[in-house]
């Protein structure tokens, strides 16, 4: 332990340099270990800091530090990684093309190297020990179990035929994995910092959203090459993270949402310039600053918003946004094509719109979201924008789902002590039918259904955890699939088809 001279306490930046530096690297930011910055350890659920450093982290190569710093330089190492960088090192199209690295031995096979049916296999998350599973969707064995990179967030995008999956991570890490051979093609580090990724409709691009840098990064999804990288600053000239980018495939763009400035930004992908978001003109609309820079492949518009928004969902046309206030005291819907809100949402309580999924009830279609503030599901009327119901929940939840064939949505209780309750709500009464509760005092949620619709696959999210798998019309268990604190889940059809009962 390095103890300051003058004062004779532990120096916890010396202390840094001794026993993390090797595998976080000096400046903090990753290397074989993650990045060890407030943005990614805010960010992480499990053990706190301190514990870590003292005992370690299981199924990882962090050791125990117990012997080598006393309590004191701990609590003050844990402070340091805690304190924000004093400066962000530049990451552009050369700092991420020299992360790049792609894998010598994948070579690409010709057709599935198994024998199951490719629409239908289901990846599950494992952030236990940050690996992916490969389920056989009809027979649940396991085809593969790879390693993903540190910290996995947000759902896989496939490919649209369903071949390749892209994984990102916190610490901005985009992995690349062919289905068909069972081998990663390569990774890149697209950020220092990111949120999601989006797959553009045509396959050929991935954007990533980055909280660090400040930055929206479109890879090419061949080679995981840089397309362009945007500096993401607002229409006052204020630099913002990116809190998520969605892809909008009829209107052939990315839809960003902007943490630190009230603006969406759309960025075209499109090849063609009167289709998608120059569709009627706009590029000359006074709502938008200036023409559309029409001098990159990816010309970018920037609406105004009333209030900043964070979370959003999409109607199934992509052409309404629904967008959660920050200050979580309500919603609004902004209208993609005239650039415009166009109605208020009665949407309190922080829903988590990014979950929230669609169906028909009677004549209409209705769309439900959890809240991360309170035990409610709100349920809205998608033409009048009404709220139709607000179902009382056991506790605030975090994932929704259902399926085109199944009566059922499922929603989890992930907060709170009733985390180990699984809702099952009816979707035409709105009722809660059943309460599932498969493991008492373990979370349980985030729920996948199968291509047909007929297995439900429900994690124990625990370190010594489970896939369950219910049939979704006798809601009983048929299979216990053991697995490493599994999260999300993920089918090849539900997904690539733009199922209404799955995020997309
Ligand atoms: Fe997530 C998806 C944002 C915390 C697990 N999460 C998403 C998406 C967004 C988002 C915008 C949709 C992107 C996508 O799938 O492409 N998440 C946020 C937050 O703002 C929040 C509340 C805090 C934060 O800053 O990150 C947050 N998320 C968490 C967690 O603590 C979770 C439970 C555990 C973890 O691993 O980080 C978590 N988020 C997930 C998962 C998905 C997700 C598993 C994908 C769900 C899906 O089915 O598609």
């Known amino acids: 332990m390095a103890l300051s001279l003058s004062t004779g306490f532990a120096d916890p930046r010396a202390d840094y340099l001794e026993h993390c530096a090797d595998c976080h690297l000096e400046n903090r930011l990753g290397a074989n270990g993650p990045a060890l910055i407030p943005e990614t350890l805010k960010?992480?659920?499990?053990?706190?800091?301190?514990?870590?450093?003292?005992?370690?982290?299981?199924?990882?190569?962090?050791?125990?530090?117990?012997?080598?710093?006393?309590?004191?330089?701990?609590?003050?190492?844990?402070?340091?990684?805690?304190?924000?960088?004093?400066?962000?090192?530049?990451?552009?199209?050369?700092?991420?093309?020299?992360?790049?690295?792609?894998?010598?031995?994948?070579?690409?096979?010709?057709?599935?190297?198994?024998?199951?049916?490719?629409?239908n296999i289901t990846l599950v998350v494992e952030t236990g020990d940050h690996h992916v599973s490969v389920l056989d969707g009809d027979t649940f064995e396991v085809l593969d179990r790879f390693a993903t990179p540190f910290a996995v967030h947000g759902g896989p995008k496939f490919s649209p035929d369903g071949r390749y999956v892209f994984i990102m991570s916190r610490d901005g890490w985009v992995q690349k994995y062919d289905i068909w051979s069972l081998k990663q093609v390569g990774r890149v580090r697209a950020g220092l910092n990111s949120r999601n990724i989006a797959m553009s409709g045509d396959g050929n691009w991935l954007a990533v959203a980055n909280y660090l840098p400040n930055s929206l990064t479109i890879l090419s999804t061949k080679d995981l090459s840089v397309a362009e990288v945007h500096e993401v600053v607002g229409k006052n000239g204020k630099p913002s993270r990116v809190s998520a980018v969605y892809q909008a495939p009829p209107r052939e763009s990315f839809v960003l949402a902007l943490k630190d400035v009230p603006e969406i930004w759309e960025v075209s992908y499109s090849k063609h310039p009167d289709l998608g978001i120059f569709a009627g003109g706009l590029a000359h609309d006074w709502r938008i600053e200036g023409p559309i820079a029409q001098d990159t492949p990816f010309p970018i518009r920037k609406i105004t918003t009333p209030d900043f928004l964070d979370d959003f969902f999409f109607d199934q046309t992509y052409e309404y946004v629904m967008g959660a206030s920050r200050a979580g005291t309500g919603g609004l819907v902004i209208d993609l094509v005239i650039g415009q809100k166009v109605a208020d949402l009665d949407l309190p309580g922080m829903p988590h719109l990014g979950s929230g999924i669609t169906w028909k009830r009677g004549d209409s279609t209705v769309m439900a979201t959890p809240h991360l503030q309170d035990g409610t599901v709100s349920v809205i009327d998608m033409n009048s924008w009404e709220t139709v119901k607000k179902i009382t929940t056991e506790g605030p939840g975090f994932f929704m789902r259902s399926h085109e064939n199944s009566p059922y949505v499922w929603a989890d209780v992930f907060f709170g002590p009733n985390k180990d309750a699984m809702h099952i709500i009816d979707k035409q009464t709105l009722e809660i039918v059943k309460t599932l509760r498969p493991v008492p005092g373990a979370t349980v949620a985030h729920v996948e259904f199968t291509k047909d619709g007929r297995y439900a696959l429900v994690s124990v999210w625990e370190d010594d955890g489970e896939v369950l798998v219910y049939d979704a019309k006798t809601l009983e268990i048929v299979k216990r699939l053991p697995m490493r604190k599994p999260s999300g889940k993920y089918n090849v059809w539900n997904k690539i088809t733009f199922s209404e009962g799955t995020s997309h």
């Open 43 to 119: 960010r992480m659920r499990g053990p706190k800091i301190e514990e870590v450093i003292r005992d370690g982290r299981v199924a990882t190569q962090m050791p125990s530090y117990r012997e080598e710093l006393t309590d004191q330089a701990i609590s003050e190492l844990a402070a340091y990684l805690k304190t924000p960088l004093e400066t962000v090192p530049p990451w552009g199209e050369e700092e991420i093309m020299a992360s790049r690295v792609l894998d010598e031995d994948y070579v690409a096979a010709d057709a599935p190297i198994w024998s199951s049916d490719p629409m």
